[in-house]
């Protein structure tokens, strides 16, 4: 079954189209590469993809639900653009977020023994656990990513969607930030990442999709780089879509 479906969305700000009769699926357990120039769409095409926007025509389903009757969000773990630049001085400590994650899966609206221990073992799952009691507004931007994607690993998330996470970042904790969502795809988990840098794409996604408006190319990261699609997607000239499935 697809994690997402997306058919024919077109979606606009103030009657201007940004994104333009979008089809493709992502299949559950897929790692998807979301490329494209700045201002492509790639932001506002995720949130439509995770129901955080309604399309202005078209339709997205969810884990095969349509996205607007979809009522499980905890399944869907979001880390947007702007989490890496958070309030400095936001006083919730790591592990405060992190419990975050479980609420909508407590029973009885207490916190179990359960929840404490899901909690803990999201926050070793991606290397945090030492920075329990530190204030989010302290860490690192990378720390901070790792914060939110150790919220949604507590509500058990079946897939991630993670927006340039690792701007701002060092080149060390990039590369171990991509280890950890390959590791976590590896163990099941979606993951839909808007990247900007194309080998980090072709190296961790297992399928790539490229965007400017309407979509150029969807498919594997092998025949992606043997297509013009991203040459063609940044130059804006006219394209063909590229569907390779
Ligand atoms: P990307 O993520 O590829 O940079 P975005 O989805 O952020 O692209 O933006 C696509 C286009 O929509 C851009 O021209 C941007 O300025 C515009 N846009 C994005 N968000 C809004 C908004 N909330 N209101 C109006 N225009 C927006």
Redesign the pocket.
């Known amino acids: 079954m697809a994690a997402i479906d997306v058919r024919d969305v077109t979606f606009g ?2 009657g201007r189209s ?1 994104v333009e009769d979008v089809s493709f699926e992502v299949e559950a357990g897929a790692f998807l590469g979301l490329v ?10 995720l949130e439509l993809m995770i129901g955080l926007r309604r399309p202005d025509r078209g339709t997205v389903s969810l884990f095969g639900v349509p996205a607007a009757e979809f009522d499980e969000g905890e399944r869907i773990g979001y880390v947007p653009q702007d989490v890496a630049n958070a309030d400095e001085a936001m006083p919730i400590t790591v592990s405060e977020v992190v419990r975050m994650g479980r609420y909508p899966r407590r029973l009885f609206g207490r916190f179990s023994e359960a929840d404490r221990r899901a909690v803990e073992a999201a926050m070793e799952r991606v290397g945090i656990a030492d920075l329990a009691d530190r204030r989010v507004g302290r860490l690192s931007g990378g720390q901070r990513q790792r914060v939110f994607i150790a919220r949604a690993l507590a509500g058990e998330a079946d897939l991630l969607a993670l ?1 340039e996470p690792t701007t701002g970042v060092d080149a060390e904790s990039r590369e171990s930030f991509y280890e950890l969502l390959h590791e976590l795809n590896a163990g099941g988990i979606t993951v839909v990442l ?1 990247e900007h840098d194309i080998g980090v794409v072709t190296t961790h996604a297992s399928e790539v999709a490229c ?1 400017n408006r309407e979509l150029y190319f969807h498919g594997s990261p092998e025949a992606f780089v043997e297509t013009d699609a991203l040459a063609e997607a940044y130059g804006g000239s006219q394209h063909v879509v590229h569907h390779d499935h």
Do not use: Q
Not at 40 to 45: E, F, H, I, V
């Open positions: 700000y103030a940004v494209g120039p700045n201002g492509s769409g790639k932001t506002t095409l927006d808007i965007l």
